[in-house]
């Protein structure tokens, strides 16, 4: 695609990346096929192309964001489909992620917008206070139905019809040891999953320890910075990444890690771009893109180690691939090939590539378009008749969970439990057979 930047605005590092992503776009609009938007919708405004054209004309000629460019930005989930599909290489993912920090500095959302967003970045990424809020939506769950009735304040009614019934109990972060292990991990604590499913991380501690790994926490590190930096507020995601890098940076000097493990998919593709995002730091580009290096799906790292022998026959399994793992890491295989060497039956469901409308804060702050693919996904995965649905993202396992009458749990649960470990949470509720 031609640009008409000019070198005034080529001198700003962000501006000359985003021309050179546009420009490799060659309009061939084969992304419009899988992006779930487009399918919903279909306005080529609210596709990967439409979107490029839109982005391109705002940044090259300086404009102030209009509330309709803004919507069609506001709409895209980065579910990074579209990069999976581009036979061009276009790096969606990095001019979306301009393109928001642009809206950010330049926009003036509606007031309820702005105290909605900033009501997440406030809350979501601290688990103390994720925890009392979800302990506050409890009390107000029952005033949801009225406060859907105000457009205003959709993301509300979306925060408390999302918020669970019940919120688990804290469970600390012990780093766990093993004699002679053949090598050591950080596992990241992250912020939602260790509040909503504590036992994600405790059966991933038990499957680490028996291959063989001794697993740190490490001291200072928090939330990753997706949830902000896709809200476009890009100093709080710089900062969330630096706070990382010096964390795991320590870490590293001090004991060695043979991998930064990572749960949560939607963490895993930001922090393995951590390199990319403090690229222009001088005193931290290189320990970032070490970081990234270093980061990990747990599935991508169990799936290159030899894991001791397991016995899980008898469970189905439906298997949702998280766009951050499918398309935003790349590790398709993996999960599965895992599951079924641990014993299960996976099945896979039609429109496996479509988003399931969870993108991270997407579910609350556009409710209309996250329920339709929830739905849309739900019943995909329910036509498999499936015992249980197993994903490795906690946004997606809330945002399926809510719809599904099949039990949801991650992934590292079922091959814990088929290594020896108890039963995930979701399927023990269930009075589900241990496996055979
Ligand atoms: S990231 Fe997803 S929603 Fe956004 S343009 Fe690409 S395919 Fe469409
Ligand atoms: S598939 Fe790639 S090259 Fe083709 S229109 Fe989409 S982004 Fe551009």
Redesign the pocket.
């Known amino acids: 695609m031609q640009t008409g930047f000019s070198p005034e605005l080529l001198a700003d590092p962000a501006m000359r990346n985003s021309e050179t992503v546009i420009r490799?776009?060659?309009?061939?609009?084969?992304?419009t096929a899988t992006c779930p938007t487009y399918v919903l919708l279909g306005d080529e405004l609210d596709s990967?192309?439409g979107r490029?054209y839109l982005i391109k004309d705002m940044l090259e000629n300086e404009r102030v964001p209009t509330a309709g460019v803004v919507k069609h930005i506001d709409r895209c989930l980065s579910c990074l489909s579209?990069m999976t599909?581009?036979?061009?290489g276009?790096h969606?993912m990095h001019l979306v992620d301009h393109a928001r920090a642009y809206i950010e500095a330049r926009y003036r959302r509606p007031w309820t917008e702005r105290f909605f967003r900033a009501l997440l970045a406030a809350v979501l990424p601290y688990p103390r206070r994720f925890r009392l809020a979800l302990g506050l939506a409890r009390w107000a769950r029952s005033a949801t139905p009225l406060v859907a009735r105000i457009p205003a304040l959709r993301p509300l009614a979306a925060m408390l019809a999302l918020a669970p019934r019940t919120v688990p109990a804290p469970a600390s972060a012990r780093a766990a040891s093993v004699a002679s292990p053949s090598g050591r991990v950080a596992l990241l604590q992250g912020c939602a999953e260790p509040v909503l499913r504590p036992e994600v991380r405790a059966a991933t501690v038990r499957v680490l320890n028996r291959a063989g790994f001794d697993v740190v926490f490490a001291r200072g590190e928090g939330c990753c910075g997706a949830l902000v930096h896709h809200m476009g507020k890009e100093l709080a995601g710089l900062d969330a990444a630096r706070r990382n890098v010096d964390a795991w940076t320590r870490e590293i000097e001090q004991g060695g890690l043979a991998a930064i493990v990572i749960t949560a998919s939607g963490c895993g593709t930001t922090i393995k771009d951590y390199g990319f995002m403090l690229r222009d730091d001088p005193a931290y580009a290189q320990k970032a893109a070490r970081v990234s290096a270093l980061a990990r799906d747990i599935s991508e790292f169990l799936a290159g180690l030899a894991m001791p022998p397991a016995a899980a026959r008898g469970l189905r399994v439906a298997y949702h691939a998280a766009c951050s793992l499918q398309h935003g890491q790349k590790v398709t295989d993996a999960p599965r090939h895992l599951l079924r060497q641990a014993g299960y039956e996976v099945v896979v469901p039609a429109e496996a590539h479509l988003c399931c409308g969870s993108a991270g804060t997407y579910n609350l702050l556009q409710p209309d378009i996250a329920g339709q693919l929830g739905d849309r996904k739900v019943a995909n995965l329910e036509r498999l008749a499936a015992d249980v649905i197993a994903t490795g993202n906690i946004g997606c396992a809330m945002q399926i969970g809510q719809r599904a009458a099949v039990p949801v749990v991650h992934v590292i649960e079922l091959l814990d439990w088929a290594g020896g470990g108890p039963p995930p949470g979701a399927l023990a509720a269930a009075d589900y057979p241990r496996p055979r």
């Open positions: 490799k776009c060659v309009h061939c609009g084969f992304c990967p192309r490029i579209c599909t581009c036979p061009s276009v969606y």
